[in-house]
């Protein structure tokens, strides 16, 4: 049986890649991952400067509502404990 000779030349050399388009592509992907990084550092620096001017907005600071709001749970759960330990009303 005899091969077709445009098959054999497909065997031998299956892929051919243009370089140039590879290059052009892998520089535009490059520029592309560059700015796309660009815009990601902008958003971030607006979004951190208005968590900045909202939290220098506020009356009580976020560590202070933190302090607050942890001594709230602990009288809570000593009152709770206090309660338990009494058992039920009689």
Do not use: C, Y
């Amino acid at each position: 049986m005899s091969q077709d000779p445009g098959q054999s030349a497909n065997r031998s050399n299956p892929l051919q890649i243009d370089s140039k388009l590879l290059r052009i592509g892998a520089v535009l992907a490059g520029v592309g991952g560059m700015v796309w990084m660009a815009g990601v550092a902008l958003g971030g620096l607006a979004l951190g400067s208005a968590a900045r001017d909202w939290v220098q907005k506020l009356e009580q600071s976020p560590g202070e509502v933190a302090t607050q709001k942890l001594r709230q749970a602990i009288a809570a759960g000593a009152a709770g404990a206090e309660a338990w330990s009494k058992g039920p009303p009689t």
